[in-house]
């Protein structure tokens, strides 16, 4: 990423106020499948911005991993967590995901919301744990505008033909997709 979309994203942030600790929540396209997510394990929230999707996984009983290109956003995620009593479930860095996925452990859950990056599909998809489950949403063609940061029709749901979709959507310009890693099969990419 360059310079100029680095400050993009942190002048985006300075001048955001944090969510309320008290109204933290799944991004609402996952809401109605809350009770999919595990209450234990290790995940990764990619691009994870002030940290809300991290907060709630962690308040879960999770512990969560957060990256994302904005220091400004990683500081108000590392604050955020503390005010929710989770900091210690939290670890929050700058990692700029257009060289790659940060390593490290197999994962239980994945969570990104409103970021999308074809190029990391495979290695979230080698990423999850037997049994993980994959909650991604992103900015789609479908109900919303061409642009190269859309997912364009059938994206997700063909990126990760290898999971078991539990729940998928797109229209109103999102796209979205609830899935999981069977047992101890190796996922195929789409
Ligand atoms: C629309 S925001 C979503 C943030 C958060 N997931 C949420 O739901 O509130 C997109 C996020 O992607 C991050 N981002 C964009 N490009 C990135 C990159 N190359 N590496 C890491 N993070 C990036 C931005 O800093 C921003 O926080």
Redesign the pocket.
């Known amino acids: 990423?360059s310079d100029d979309?680095?400050a993009h994203?942190?002048a985006?942030?300075v001048d955001r106020v944090a969510p309320d600790a008290d109204a933290i929540g799944v991004?609402a396209v996952f809401a109605v499948h809350r009770d999919a997510f595990p209450d234990e394990g290790q995940a990764i929230?990619?691009?994870?911005?002030?940290?809300?999707?991290a907060i709630w996984l962690a308040r879960r009983g999770l512990q969560v991993h957060g990256?994302?290109?904005?220091a400004v956003?990683i500081e108000q995620a590392r604050a955020l967590a503390e005010r929710s009593g989770v900091g210690g479930r939290c670890r929050f860095d700058v990692?700029?995901?257009?060289?790659g996925l940060p390593g490290g452990p197999p994962a239980d859950v994945i969570y990104?919301?409103?970021?999308r990056?074809r190029r990391l599909y495979r290695p979230m998809m080698d990423r999850l744990a037997p049994g993980g489950l994959l909650a991604l949403?992103a900015l789609s063609q479908v109900g919303g505008t061409a642009g190269r940061f859309r997912a364009a029709p059938g994206e997700l749901r063909a990126a990760f033909s290898g999971l078991e979709v539990i729940a998928a959507g797109e229209g109103q310009g999102l796209a979205w997709l609830l899935a999981r890693r069977r047992g101890d099969e190796v996922p195929s990419a789409g």
Not at 45 to 53: F, L, P, S
Not at 67 to 70: E, L
Not at 95 to 99: C, E, T
């Open positions: 990423m979309d680095r994203w942190d985006k942030y991004d929230d990619v691009a994870c911005g002030q940290g809300a999707g990256f994302d290109i904005s956003a990692a700029d995901l257009d060289d990104s919301a409103r970021f990056d949403c």
